[in-house]
């Protein structure tokens, strides 16, 4: 089955630290991907959609200057969380599929859990 | 009102027994429908797809689609402890959208 790859897996840094997650698809070429963020005990919610050589679409409320995301080749979406504050420590989650109007599932990565002290 | 819905739990229910799980859209336009397991600290992973009106089997899992009733369900026959998890339900009309995710319980 279709593959995600997401690293690191887990990051523990200062407040102020720029951190940035890789997502990989390792087995197929998504021209869109898409990043999560939860919360402990709350539900996925989708931060923005990432297309491969053009701007994510960032959902309301999601500070594009504070998380950027490159797309830049078929396999790979950069998030970077830049100047981090403790606010900021979440469970984000990346997620390859269908572009929009495809009936395939999403499959995502294994999640990058960021703690900022 | 939500765009897909489900019950939050926990539902509980004893090994070996049917766990039953609802979810419910408002999109009638909704094409396909999609349901994840989350174990605690993990990312979702798939564990079903539907797209037309009916059951779907797979294993333990049954998947059923009423788009008349805005409709979609996940039965899971023989439930097991490692079943215990909370189950995401979610649908796509362009965007991939999920519900809120029933914690499911299985007791032994």
């Known amino acids: 089955g279709a593959v995600v790859s997401q690293h690191p897996s887990w990051v523990i840094c200062k407040s102020g630290t720029s951190v940035k997650i890789e997502c990989r698809s390792l087995?197929?070429?998504?021209?869109?991907m898409f990043w999560y963020r939860q919360f402990p005990k709350q539900s996925l919610m989708l931060m923005a959609t990432s297309n491969e050589g053009s701007k994510a679409t960032y959902e309301q409320g999601v500070e594009k200057d504070k998380f950027l995301i490159n797309h830049a080749s078929l396999t790979l979406s950069t998030l970077t969380v830049t100047s981090a504050h403790p606010e900021d420590s979440s469970f984000y989650i990346c997620?390859?599929?269908?572009?929009?109007?495809?009936?395939?599932?999403?499959?995502f990565g294994d999640g990058t859990r960021l703690s900022i002290l | 009102q939500k765009e897909v819905e489900q019950n939050s739990g926990p539902l509980s229910v004893p090994e070996g027994a049917i766990a039953s799980l609802n979810c419910t859209y408002s999109?009638?336009?909704?094409?396909?429908f999609f349901w994840y397991r989350q174990y605690s600290g993990k990312s979702p992973e798939l564990i079903m797809f539907i797209y037309s009106n009916g059951d779907k089997e797979d294993g333990r899992f049954t998947a059923q689609l009423n788009k008349a009733s805005q409709y979609v369900s996940l039965l899971i026959r023989d439930s097991q402890p490692s079943d215990s998890a909370t189950y995401l339900c979610a649908v796509r009309r362009g965007m991939l959208t999920f519900g809120g995710g029933t914690r499911l319980m299985v007791k032994p």
């Open positions: 997620s390859a599929g269908a572009p929009k109007g495809g009936n395939q599932p999403q499959h």
């Open positions: 999109d009638r336009g909704s094409q396909s």
């Open positions: 087995d197929f070429q998504a021209t869109t």
